[in-house]
Nanobody, 123 residues
Framework: QVQLVESGGGLVHPGGSLRLSCEASGSIFSIYAMGWYRQAPGKQGELVAVKHNGGRTNYADSVKGRFTIYRNNAKNTVYLQMNSLKPENTGVYYC?????????????????WGQGTQVTVST
């Protein structure tokens, strides 16, 4: 199995920065895509950013130019650098990993999720 552990959330003023980290552990040979989703109070969860193995990256329109996602494949870790934060970026951020192959090159059928980390942007 695979476990995802996130860190880096917290309280920040508008205009501030935070960096989220998510490390995947377990029987892992490769991970096709790692990304971040946000669940804001009273709203549907949404994709924030995702980075694929080949380098392709997707961002929500609302975070383009402010957030950067990057991976360290050797450490099975994904990061989300969030700059110029706004109150509307508040929510619980969940790390997601999919398309994982274990050390015997077998594919896991399901995605894996972290436990979530709270990000609050407020004065």
């Amino acid at each position: 199995q695979v476990q995802l552990v996130e860190s880096g959330g917290g309280l920040v003023h508008p205009g501030g920065s935070l960096r989220l980290s998510c490390e995947a552990s377990g029987s892992i040979f490769s991970i096709y895509a790692m990304g971040w989703y946000r669940q804001a109070p009273g709203k549907q969860g949404e994709l924030v950013a995702v980075k694929h193995n080949g380098g392709r990256t997707n961002y929500a329109d609302s975070v383009k130019g402010r957030f950067t996602i990057y991976r360290n494949n050797a450490k099975n870790t994904v990061y989300l650098q969030m700059n110029s934060l706004k109150p509307e970026n508040t929510g619980v951020y969940y790390c997601n990993a999919r398309g994982i192959r274990d050390r015997e090159r077998r594919a896991y059928e399901n995605d894996f999720w972290g436990q979530g980390t709270q990000v609050t942007v407020s004065t």
